[in-house]
C-alpha cells in the first residue's frame, strides 16, 4: 500500500497563551480511499464503533471559547485506534461492538505499518510538537484528551452524563470530578472506562511519562449529538477547565 494521504490531523483554535491543549484522537470518519469504506455501509461507519460521535463539535467550540489549540485526529478509528498503542490487540479491530470489519481481517505487517505511518504517527509527533514548544518556553502545559461514549453498551444503559478517566496522576480529575458533580451532574470516576497504562495510549504517552497535568473526559453521545448540546458542553468545560486548573495550581503549589 504506497497511497499518499490527505494530513491525519487538523488543528483548531488559537494559543493566547493558556495552558490547554486539546487532543480528539476519535472526532475524524475518514477513511482512506484505497480501503473502500473498510467493507462496511455508510449507516455502521457512522455508528459510535466509527467516531466518537459529537466530540468534534464540542471540541471546535471548546477551542474557541477557551481559546485553546485543539488537535483533531482526521481517520476513523476503525481504520487504526489513535488512543491504542501500535501492535495493541485493538488497534486494529477485526470487529466491533457486533459488527464485522471486513477490511480488517487479516491485514499484512506491511498494510498495519502504513496504517501506523500515515495516521497514527504524524498525528502524535504534532501532539508532541506542541507541547515540545511549550515546554521549551517554560509554560505551564494541562493535556485535555475529549472522548465520548455510546448511552446503551450490550444493552445495558449508562447512567452518567460525563466520566473523567485517571491513573497516575488523578490531581486534576478528582478537582473535575467534584466541579461536574457541583452542576447537579451524574459524574463516572473512571466509568464507563478505566484508564490503564495499556487500554489508552494518549494521555500515557503525552500526559503521564511526560509528568503533566492532564485530563480524559468523556461524554455520553446523547447529550452531544446535536449543536445546542455540543455548544451547552463546550461553554461548560471553558468555564470548569480553568476553574479547575487554578485551584490545581493553588493546591499543589503550580505556576499557573
Ligand atoms: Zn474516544
Redesign the pocket.
Known amino acids: 500500500m504506497t497511497e499518499i494521504l490527505a494530513e491525519s490531523f487538523k488543528v483548531y483554535g488559537r494559543d493566547d497563551g493558556g495552558p490547554f491543549v486539546l487532543v480528539s484522537?476519535?472526532a475524524g470518519q475518514a477513511i482512506p480511499p484505497t480501503l473502500d469504506g473498510l467493507g462496511l455501509s455508510a449507516d455502521e461507519r457512522a455508528r459510535h464503533i466509527g467516531w466518537?460521535i459529537g466530540?468534534d463539535g464540542v471540541g471546535r467550540r471548546l477551542a474557541d471559547a477557551l481559546p485553546a489549540v485543539l488537535i483533531e485526529q482526521v481517520y476513523s478509528?476503525l481504520v487504526i485506534d489513535c488512543?491504542r498503542a501500535p501492535g495493541h490487540p485493538t488497534s486494529i479491530v477485526t470487529q466491533s461492538d457486533g459488527t464485522v470489519v471486513p477490511r480488517n481481517q487479516s491485514l499484512s505487517m506491511q498494510d498495519r505499518a502504513w496504517r501506523e505511518q500515515a495516521i497514527l504517527h504524524p498525528y502524535h509527533q504534532r501532539i508532541t510538537q506542541e507541547l515540545d514548544a511549550r515546554l521549551a518556553q517554560k509554560r505551564a502545559v494541562v493535556v485535555v484528551a475529549l472522548?465520548?461514549?455510546t448511552p446503551v453498551m450490550r444493552e445495558v444503559a449508562r447512567p452518567w452524563h460525563v466520566g473523567l478517566l485517571h491513573n497516575h496522576d488523578s490531581r486534576l480529575a478528582h478537582i473535575m470530578i467534584d466541579l461536574l458533580r457541583a452542576e447537579g451532574l451524574v459524574v463516572g470516576d473512571n466509568e464507563p472506562y478505566a484508564l490503564t497504562d495499556t487500554s489508552d495510549y494518549t494521555i500515557p504517552l503525552h500526559g503521564e511519562q511526560r509528568a503533566l497535568p492532564h485530563i480524559e473526559i468523556?461524554i455520553r453521545q446523547d447529550l452531544i449529538a446535536h449543536p445546542e448540546g455540543q455548544a451547552e458542553w463546550a461553554a461548560r468545560l471553558a468555564s470548569l477547565l480553568p476553574q479547575a486548573w487554578r485551584i490545581f495550581c493553588t493546591r499543589y503549589e503550580q505556576r499557573p
Open positions: 484522537d476519535h466518537d466530540i478509528r488512543n472522548h465520548s461514549f468523556e
